[in-house]
Each structure stands twice: as C-alpha cells, then as structure tokens.
T-cell receptor
C-alpha cells in the first residue's frame, strides 16, 4: 500500500534554530514530491516541488532533499522564525497514481520567540 | 500571479439546501481539483478535471456534483448534505497534470446544520 508518513507530528523549537522535518514513503516509484505549509484554517501554500530525478530543491531558507532508494525526503528550515509556525505537509505523486497526491499527516511546527 | 480564489469563504447550510462553491484561476492551468479537509487531517482528493473533463472521481457521494464550465472555473454543487460533510473544501490547480505543482485556494469553510 502506498503511504506517506511524517514524524514528528508536532515540534516546538526556539527562534533561530535550524530544523529538519521528515517525510517517508513506502513505494520508491515516485513521480515527484511536493512540500506545503498550511496556517490554521487556511489553504495550502506550495513550498517546493522535487521531481524524481532531482536530489534537492532550494528556496530561500528552505531546502528539500529526496532519496528515493531509502523512501525519504527532508525539509530543512534554516534560522527558524516565529512566522514559520504552521503545519508542514509532504505529498507524493506515485508513477502509477496520475495526478493524485497522497499526503502525510503533517508536522505542526511552533517556533517560539 | 499564482492565485486560486474561492467563494464563499464561509457557508452554513441546512440539510435540505442546495448551494454551490466556486473556484477560479487565471494562470492558464488546465487541471483543477477539489479536496475535502477535516480538522487536523490532510486533504482528501474528491475530483480532478483535466482539460475541462472529469478525469478522477474518488467515489464521492452524488450529493456532491462538480462542474467545470470553462478552463478557469470549477464549481462544486451541494445538495442534501449531512452534518459529517462539514469541512474545509479546497480547490487547487496545476499547469497540466502530475508533473507540475498544485496551487491551492484559501478554501471554503462549510458547516452543515
């Protein structure tokens, strides 16, 4: 069964820390992987899209890596700020699933001033 | 401009009402999606339209009826809903299908009484 898991479910850090959010998936035949953030009661904001042929993508203080063989992706946030507080969702498109995204349950991040 | 708009922001309806949710994008995207999201859960895919044709229907009850009148608009018609249908309904779009990022709207918060 194709599943996406995110650990931890919640994370609280002091401002300024560098942190890593983890995403694992059960089937390595992925097409691409997308990271989102969601503020409470709001829609999803796309952060980064990594194609299966790529190893990493960067945008500002964010860096996402992809290791298909081990079934893992990580989202690295440098110099965290209180404004980074949100739920971060990892979503996978498998080669066999067309445009369908399978989401993890998310990691709720709190950055304390 | 990477904006997907949704109206209304909030909707309260009785179980006998008929209402519609609207989604619009002007990015030239040709794939559009409806998702349902319950509290503290990831979004669940409901429908996918590709080139204005329904390409995925995730066995959603017939009380939800999608419509794609043109490439920029996506509607979700609601009729005889149940209280358990109360959720955040999210619309998304992407340039084509699976190779491209999905961009989400802010959602409609639906409450069925």
């Amino acid at each position: 069964k194709q599943e996406v898991t995110q650990i931890p479910a919640a994370l609280s850090v002091p401002e300024g820390e560098n942190l890593v959010l983890n995403c694992s998936f059960t089937d390595s035949a992925i097409y691409n992987l997308q990271w989102f953030r969601q503020d409470p009661g709001k829609g999803l904001t796309s952060l980064l899209l990594i194609q299966s042929s790529q190893r990493e993508q960067t945008s500002g203080r964010l860096n996402a890596s992809l290791d298909k063989s081990s079934g893992r992706s990580t989202l690295y946030i440098a110099a965290s700020q209180p404004g980074d507080s949100a739920t971060y969702l990892c979503a996978v498109r498998w080669e066999t699933s067309g445009s369908r995204l399978t989401f993890g349950e998310g990691t709720q991040l709190t950055v304390n001033p | 401009d990477t904006e997907v708009t949704q109206t209304p922001k909030h909707l309260v309806m009785g179980m006998t009402n008929k209402k519609s949710l609207k989604c619009e994008q002007h990015m030239g995207h040709r794939a559009m999606y409806w998702y349902k999201q319950k509290a503290k859960k990831p979004p669940e895919l409901m429908f996918v339209y590709s080139y204005e044709k329904l390409s995925i229907n995730e066995s959603v009850p017939s009380r939800f009826s999608p419509e794609c009148p043109n490439s920029s608009l996506l509607n979700l018609h609601l009729h005889a809903l149940q209280p358990e249908d109360s959720a955040l309904y999210l619309c998304a779009s992407s340039l084509l299908d699976r190779a491209y990022e999905q961009y989400f709207g802010p959602g409609t918060r639906l409450t069925v009484t």
